[in-house]
């Protein structure tokens, strides 16, 4: 086994140390080579490939992570995730080549969970089109809703859907739940509802996506889901673009049969020439949920610890494969 002030670490999330500059300084003093990503944003497989031969460890953000690039690799070891999401990672070839793949379960849950109920204010509210309007000398009166007493659906109820449901509770909202995992006197402890996914659909005002890519999943949010909603609805997605089939929510948005949606990722990042970007009732973002410093920072810490413990001989926390 290397030593680890002789191994060589590639780090590719471009927030890594962002907010704590201790994260590049204790992993510089460890070990033999730190590489950065030169991009400035995820890698393709091609680039990957091209900066993967030599390298030990791998803190990985949401690069192209597949057979082909990982064909490169001819000393990795371990892909310590800067995230939860391994969708991105190709799980059979790492276990081919016997690489290690931890991620960082919980650590971005808050921040991603604050985005969630800012974008369900942002439908409630025309905040966005009243500041537009403002700045250019109007005076408007945009009608808005209030969130006491309305009905708040989560399609997952992991770490993210917990601390969304906690931070609702104080706006007076009934919170309806969707997840295999939890039971009704789970639920009740959690001060929600579990129901089945016909009810959430049927009775919420509000649906925010807090679901993994699973095959179960992918493609959830189809033609049949949006036509199940509360006419006037809205949907929030916070989690990830492969849940949504964004022909049919432009097909509903465009129609009128949902109020509006905030989109936090999509099929293809950036989605440029994407025609849900043209519809006023659509709020997109550019996947800044876990854009905080404690998340980024806890986010860091996770998975550094879990690299360098993986060259170290040592087991990681957070273990996938």
Not at 80 to 90: E, L, Q
Not at 142 to 162: M, Y
Not at 205 to 228: C, K, Q, Y
Request: aromatic content about 4%; hydrophobic content about 45%.
């Amino acid at each position: 086994m290397k030593p680890l002030n002789e191994c060589h670490i590639l780090v590719t999330p471009t927030s890594y140390g962002q907010h704590d500059a201790r994260l590049k300084a204790e992993l510089e003093a460890q070990v033999g080579r730190v590489t950065y990503n030169p991009t400035g944003k995820p890698l393709s497989s091609v680039q990957l490939a091209a900066l993967l031969p030599g390298v030990d460890g791998y803190i990985a953000g949401l690069d192209s992570i597949d057979s082909a690039a990982l064909g490169m690799a001819d000393s990795l070891r371990v892909i310590a995730r800067y995230g939860v999401g391994i969708n991105n990672v190709d799980l059979d070839a790492a276990q081919q080549r016997d690489i290690v793949v931890t991620n960082t379960p919980g650590a971005n849950a808050r921040s991603v969970a604050e985005l969630a109920v800012a974008l369900i204010l942002l439908l409630a509210r025309p905040i966005l089109p009243a500041t537009t309007e403002t700045r250019a000398g109007g005076w408007p009166r945009l009608p808005g809703v209030s969130l006491e007493g309305k009905t708040v659906g989560l399609i997952g109820f992991g770490a993210i859907g917990r601390q969304v449901a906690r931070l609702l509770s104080g706006f007076d909202c009934r919170i309806l739940v969707v997840d295999p995992l939890l039971d009704e006197a789970a639920a009740a402890v959690a001060g929600v509802e579990w129901v089945d996914l016909a009810l959430l659909l049927a009775e919420s005002d509000f649906v925010s996506l807090h679901a993994p890519v699973l095959p179960e999943t992918i493609g959830l949010v189809d033609a049949a889901f949006l036509e199940r909603m509360k006419p006037g609805a809205s949907l929030i997605n916070t989690s990830r673009g492969e849940l949504v089939d964004e022909v049919a929510l432009y097909e509903a948005l465009a129609g009128g049969r949902l109020h509006g949606a905030a989109l936090d990722a999509f099929a293809n990042e950036p989605p440029v020439g994407n025609p849900l970007l043209a519809l006023p009732n659509v709020i997109p973002t550019p996947h800044m949920g876990a854009h905080t410093d404690g998340a980024t920072t806890a986010m860091g810490r996770m998975a550094l610890r879990d690299c360098l413990a993986v060259l170290r001989g040592e087991a990681p926390l957070y273990r996938v494969i």
